[in-house]
Antibody, heavy 124, light 108 residues
Framework: QLQLQESGPGLVKPSETLSLTCTVSGGSISSSSYYWGWIRQPPGKGLEWIGSIYYSGSTYYNPSLKSRVTISVDTSKNQFSLKLSSVTAADTAVYYC????????????????WGQGTLVTVSS | SYELTQPPSVSVSPGQTARITCSGDALPKQYAYWYQQKPGQAPVLVIYKDSERPSGIPERFSGSSSGTTVTLTISGVQAEDEADYYCQSADSSGTYEVFGGGTKLTVL
């Protein structure tokens, strides 16, 4: 059974960089059939897609966050990571990692496995 | 930026049918996905590619598509179906994912 687990600091100071890692177990991150993504959810609000990465390193970012986001992959560790720079209180959220399967060429894909989520609070 | 629009809330009595809509200009070209999220839990995929149901999801969950609107239908709603539901799709290029604002389903 595939499992994803987020890890990283639960508290980040304003203007600093938020860093999270997602460890994938029970399957290979190098599968050609999937992307791997980050999604966040501010307290009491809806889901927001942050970005996705393919095992080759190809990335797609939410245009509204693109200037501050970097997603990377480490296939040797079966992990992928998120960095979000210059954080403010508005970046306080539960951050989820997820596996995104493909919908077809130029078609949207869905997310079938999710981590449990980790709360990151931005505060001094 | 591309948006998907959902009603904030839907209420139904147990045993009735709940319908949750999601509208977006690119939906005729892109698949829609539906997720169920209960408090304190990660989202769970309940419908993929507009109308397909993953294994383990009850048959009372179904999806449909018509033009720029997709619909999640829950037939014979049960108390355990009370949750937030999110649609998800992509822009017309298929590059950027987007979630709807979410719909809170209340079982009266």
């Amino acid at each position: 059974q595939l499992q994803l687990q987020e890890s990283g600091p639960g508290l980040v100071k304003p203007s600093e960089t938020l860093s999270l890692t997602c460890t994938v177990s029970g399957g290979s991150i190098s599968s050609s059939s999937y992307y791997w993504g980050w999604i966040r959810q501010p307290p009491g609000k809806g889901l927001e897609w942050i970005g996705s990465i393919y095992y080759s390193g190809s990335t797609y970012y939410n245009p509204s966050l693109k200037s501050r986001v970097t997603i990377s992959v480490d296939t040797s560790k079966n992990q992928f990571s998120l960095k979000l720079s210059s954080v403010t209180a508005a970046d306080t959220a539960v951050y989820y990692c997820a596996r995104r399967f493909m919908g077809g060429e130029h078609r949207s894909g869905g997310m079938d496995y999710w981590g449990q989520g980790t709360l990151v609070t931005v505060s001094s | 930026s591309y948006e998907l629009t959902q009603p904030p809330s839907v209420s139904v009595s147990p045993g009735q049918t709940a319908r949750i809509t999601c509208s977006g200009d690119a939906l005729p070209k892109q698949y829609a996905y539906w997720y169920q999220q209960k408090p304190g839990q990660a989202p769970v995929l309940v419908i993929y590619k507009d109308s397909e149901r993953p294994s383990g999801i009850p048959e009372r969950f179904s999806g449909s598509s018509s033009g720029t609107t997709v619909t999640l239908t829950i037939s014979g709603v049960q108390a355990e179906d009370e949750a937030d539901y999110y649609c998800q799709s992509a822009d017309s290029s298929g590059t950027y994912e987007v979630f709807g604002g979410g719909t809170k389903l209340t079982v009266l």
